[in-house]
């Protein structure tokens, strides 16, 4: 079954830091594009980071560049998100997600290009 699982989530004060987990208990990483999302309360779903499939190479939102660093560890087939330096504006549902074609990849922040997604893991920032 494909499945994306999420963890790490929790609440940190400003200016610190978190390290978010995308595992997949069902299939092998390796070779997909993997996409961070997040979702604040009345606002819209926005990319955050995205790596891709053949060369591991990474975009960032303008909002987290500099701060967050999307990498991926293929023996542990775990896609990570390290987020530095949290900022209040950071709070929000954390999701990661993936097209269904392997050794595909999506335009980075467009929600449509993906298919599978976890179910989300919180992360609040106190100011």
């Known amino acids: 079954q494909l499945q994306l699982v999420e963890s790490g989530g929790g609440l940190v004060q400003s200016g610190g830091s978190l390290r978010l987990s995308c595992a997949a208990p069902?299939?092998?990483?390796?070779?997909?594009?993997i996409g961070w999302f997040r979702q604040a309360p009345g606002k819209e779903r926005e990319g955050v980071a995205c790596?891709?499939?053949?060369?591991?190479?990474?975009e960032y939102a303008d909002s987290v560049a500099g701060r967050f660093t999307i990498s991926r560890n293929d023996a542990k087939n775990t896609v990570y998100l390290q987020m530095d330096n949290l900022r209040p504006e950071d709070a929000a549902v954390y999701y990661c997600?993936?097209?269904?074609?392997?050794?595909?990849?999506?335009?980075?922040?467009?929600?449509?290009?993906?298919?599978?997604w976890g179910q989300g893991t919180q992360v609040t920032v106190s100011s």
């Open positions: 069902g299939f092998t990483l390796d070779g997909y594009a």
């Open positions: 997600a993936a097209p269904y074609l392997s050794y595909y990849n999506p335009v980075c922040a467009d929600s449509t290009y993906y298919q599978l």
């Open positions: 790596i891709m499939s053949n060369d591991d190479s990474t």
